[in-house]
């Protein structure tokens, strides 16, 4: 694997995911009893946004950086913003370090609750291991995601997040082994809550994973993403999105400010949208008949 997210930390793409990371830890914690985050593509957990390369691609001007000087940032958006703040150290507010999704899940975790975070390359997985060396929540392990998904699920805790945020070095097929390993998690652990990064480049290659999700079984799966571009290019990453399996109740709603303010800040050419729709939703008669952009699913410039 030649992925290195040091290169991309910090960009659109992390501002879209780890906003509704932490709205999902958020709801995990409306609940008294303890939870479990599994992380299958964990990576290193900080990133050095004044290193070598992170400013060989300075992806992160297009990304958090805009979020550092915005006015009238939706909570969700402004907590996103204060816990990369965080990260960097009290009273930093250069946003010279952005954390990963490791970091930001346990920095908002309870003391009762529980990591289990995955990475298979070796210099991450003891970047990841020295990171959280003092924290006795938190057990990396130096294995395939996908492969440990099935070792961990169901947690002790019986409830839980997990999520998947692979390179998509595979591209198309990519979203196959997400099928694939979803679909026995689900059947282990069937109350678990997934959320599942992607890539946007072409709309054909999205569309089948999110008829897949139609029928995955789960009572409520939520879609957004964020399109910079026109989803009709391979050659570029034209937006990105996450599938929520087991949304909780109310996400959308929870989401939904942000999301309108997230196409203003981050387009330039005023080409960038939002998209939020539910695939299933729980009493639904009916699949949508479109499950790229069905009639129940909001989409704004």
């Known amino acids: ?40 593509h964990a990576g290193r957990g900080l990133y050095d946004l004044r290193g070598s390369e992170a400013r060989k691609t300075a992806e992160s001007d297009a990304g958090i950086g805009l979020l550092r000087n915005a006015t009238g940032l ?16 009290e009273g930093d507010d250069s946003l010279r370090v952005y954390p990963g999704s490791p970091w930001i899940a346990t920095h908002l975790m309870r003391p009762d609750d529980s990591a289990q975070l995955c990475e298979l390359q070796g210099d991450e997985a003891q970047a990841l291991r ?16 996908y492969e440990a998904l099935k ?34 998690a689900l059947e282990r652990w069937p109350t678990g809550v997934y959320a599942v990064w992607y890539p946007v480049k072409l709309r054909s290659h999205v569309q089948p994973f999110h008829r897949w999700l139609t029928k995955c079984g789960a009572r409520r799966v939520l879609v957004t993403e964020i399109l910079l571009h026109p989803d009709d290019s391979p050659l570029r990453l034209n937006g ?32 960038a949208e939002y998209k939020l729709s539910w695939l299933v939703e729980e009493g639904q008669d009916e699949q949508p008949p479109h499950p790229a952009f069905p009639p129940h699913s909001t989409r704004r410039r």
């Open 130 to 145: 020295q990171l959280f060396r003092s924290d006795a929540r938190v057990h990396v392990h130096q294995r395939d995601g």
């Open 1 to 40: 694997m030649n992925y290195r997210h040091s290169f991309h930390a910090g960009n659109y793409a992390d501002v879209l995911k780890h906003m509704v990371l932490i709205a999902l830890i958020d709801a995990m914690k409306t609940k008294p009893t303890p939870f479990c985050y599994i992380d299958t």
């Open 151 to 184: 070792a961990m699920t169901p947690p002790k805790e019986k409830r839980g997040l997990v999520l998947i945020d692979p390179p998509f070095e595979a591209q198309d097929a990519e979203f196959r082994t997400i099928e694939k390993s979803l679909k026995s």
């Open 240 to 271: 990105t999105g996450l599938a929520i399996v087991n949304a909780p109740w109310k996400l959308d709603d929870t989401l939904r400010d942000s999301l309108r303010y997230l196409p203003k800040l981050l387009g330039k050419d005023r080409q």
């Open 74 to 89: 939706p909570p969700l958006l402004w907590k996103l913003l204060e816990t990369v703040k965080a990260a960097g150290g």
